[in-house]
């Protein structure tokens, strides 16, 4: 299965209009049509994304083909659009092999490979035993209510209204424990990732329900699976429906690489979190040469640095000045910065100077199962260097 996705197109359709943009839609499919080998099945999906199933030769020659196409639809699209866009296409590739035993698995597995930019998709994500094992344990280690939450702290710089916590999970069954990144790709890769993120926020919403977190808010993970589905905001509306104060203190957090590849799910997803008083926080942001195009498409409450924007920090550099101008940016559209996955205590005063809201890392606060509320509460971040080091409260 190759997912052509026209990754530019609502641009497109705000410089020409919804008229002009159809046409431009109909002369795509008529160029698909053409340009394909006529054993290719094309299928025309929702969001400006087709669906392309090759079997025998043209499977073996999926990439080659791709390329093609993508080709051809720029060179027709280049006398009908306006000068300063270019169509742009990105293809993501799964194969149908005995381990997919559905069309969403499908479709997962050549979307998150279209995220990520790769052309190989058992490179995106490769189907080996280990993967398949933890795709297998997931839904009973869930039923079997094996779900483990782990919270790491989210500081301000200033006071905050709230104490905030990252939440982390991990599968614990008997002998083993599969957690973090492991966990999620093997979910995504299979298509449980909505699953996965449905048992997380239930449980983190029976935690905020709980009198000792009234001041708290969580922030959640979701995959890139939640953000495609159809059906997953209905659920999470239905769940709040009788918790309407807890609606503000549930986070929801997606990487950026995930968004990117489901870009026109996003504003019909990011109103309904609207709607719900739901926020919504972007992390890894950075992770693409230009962050802010697809903004206006979002109602962000946050973002989270990519760690490659903040690693390689020193004062009077120009990747400061370009850091800098960028949290600006994101401050001029009411957006909060943060910065993640710090180690390193002596980048604080630098990362203060250049704005950023609110840190998080191993250097302030490792994960725990437990919270530590009274430590948090009490910990005020004085933005000085002197402060920062030698104070009892930034070293315990």
């Not at 001041?215 to 589905?229: A, C, G, K, M």
């Amino acid at each position: 299965l190759a997912l052509l996705q026209l990754k530019n197109f609502y641009e497109i359709r705000t410089w020409v209009g919804k008229a002009e943009a159809s046409l431009l839609l109909a002369d795509i499919t008529r160029v698909l049509c053409k340009t394909l080998p006529p054993t290719v099945t094309l299928s025309h999906c929702d969001n400006y994304e087709f669906a392309l199933l090759l079997s025998n030769e043209c499977s073996s020659n999926a990439s080659e083909i791709t390329r093609r196409v993508q080709a051809a639809l720029q060179s027709a699209a280049s006398s009908t659009i306006p000068q300063q866009l270019q169509l742009q296409c990105a293809v993501g590739l799964a194969r149908l092999d005995a381990g997919v035993h559905s069309a969403e698995v499908l479709f997962a597995r050549a979307r998150h490979s279209l995220s990520h930019a790769v052309e190989d998709s058992q490179a995106a994500g490769p189907d080996t035993l280990d993967n398949k094992t933890i795709a297998r344990m997931i839904p009973d280690a869930l039923r079997q209510q094996q779900l483990e939450l782990r919270y790491q702290a989210l500081l301000h710089f200033k006071h905050p209204t709230r104490v905030c916590y990252e939440v982390r999970s991990s599968l614990c069954t008997p002998g083993s424990a599969v957690t973090g990144q492991k966990l999620y790709e093997a979910a995504v890769w299979n298509a449980l990732g909505e699953l996965l993120d449905r048992a997380v926020i239930l449980k983190s919403r029976a935690a905020l329900a709980h009198k000792q977190w009234q001041d708290v808010q969580l922030i959640v993970n979701l995959s890139q699976n939640s953000l495609v589905s159809n059906k997953f905001t209905s659920w999470l509306a239905a769940k709040l429906q009788d918790h309407p104060q807890l609606h503000h203190r549930l986070l929801l957090q997606i990487s950026e690489l995930d968004l990117l590849g489901a870009q026109h799910h996003l504003s019909s997803f990011s109103e309904s979190l609207r709607e719900l008083g739901v926020p919504l926080c972007i992390t890894h942001f950075g992770s693409t040469r230009d962050p802010l195009r697809y903004l206006h498409l979002l109602h962000v409450h946050m973002v989270k640095l990519h760690p490659g924007l903040l690693g390689r920090l020193k004062a009077e550099s120009l990747q400061l000045d370009a850091v800098r101008a960028l949290i600006e940016q994101l401050h001029n559209k009411g957006i909060r910065v943060a910065a993640g996955m710090l180690d390193n205590p002596a980048q604080l005063p630098l990362l203060w100077q250049i704005g950023i809201d609110a840190i998080q890392g191993n250097c302030i606060a490792s994960s725990s199962t437990r919270p530590l509320f009274p430590v948090l509460e009490q910990r005020s971040l004085d933005p000085t260097p002197h402060s920062l080091h030698n104070t009892p409260e930034s070293t315990n």
